[in-house]
């Protein structure tokens, strides 16, 4: 069973500001350290307890306007769209959509098809010429997870190595609060 509202969650089609833009007093302090750390959120989470992933979805999808002008992707440009959710000791802590142009599958990148319920971050991470876009948040509306009231903060950001890179968003559930401490210096 699926916790999101897949009509609202189906594409992260939202306003997107540098963190920079965005007033971090009204981030909350234990969501804040996750939206601006350029450390890989799988590693931070894998030290604050057993780390699960959960697929969604996982195949050839067009991706949302914004996320192939992000990409600077053709309009009819496919891209492999992968969609999970991470657990920390079965708790849900991050929503996770990644759009992976196929100009990007070179490489050690070109096995990313094959993760299965392996998260994303322990392969992107692993280069040396990996570089990372600026990092954008968005405050997510109310009602995008079922059973959570609560607007959520998530960030997005490019991982650049091959064809047009990787566009990673991630949406922290409110629970993560409970693992920053555990999840060690950010």
């Known amino acids: 069973m699926s916790l999101l509202n897949l009509k609202l ?3 992260f089609d939202y306003r997107w500001h540098s963190i920079e833009q965005v007033s971090r007093v009204t981030i909350p302090k234990n969501i804040l350290p996750w939206l601006t750390t350029s450390h890989s959120i799988t590693a931070k989470l894998r030290q604050a307890g057993q780390l699960r992933v959960e697929v969604l979805s996982d ?12 990409l600077g992707l053709k309009s009819r440009e496919v891209a492999r769209v992968r969609t999970v959710i991470l657990y920390v000791d079965d708790t849900p802590v991050v929503y ?11 490489g050690a990148w ?9 998260p994303l971050g322990g392969y992107v991470y692993k280069s040396k010429a990996l570089r990372r876009s600026q990092t ?4 997510l509306p109310a009602g995008l997870i079922q059973n959570c009231d609560q607007p959520l903060w998530a960030r997005r950001s490019v991982f650049i190595e091959y064809g047009p890179g990787i566009l990673v968003n991630e949406a ?9 401490k555990a999840a060690g210096q950010f």
């Open 9 to 11: 969650a189906q594409q």
């Open 59 to 70: 195949g050839w999808q067009t991706p949302s306007p914004r996320e192939r002008l992000r």
């Open 96 to 106: 996770a959509r990644s759009i992976i142009p196929a100009r990007s599958l070179k």
């Open 110 to 118: 070109r096995y990313l098809p094959y993760l299965g319920n392996r």
């Open 136 to 139: 954008e948040v968005v405050k």
């Open 172 to 180: 922290f559930y409110p629970a993560i609060e409970r693992f920053t």
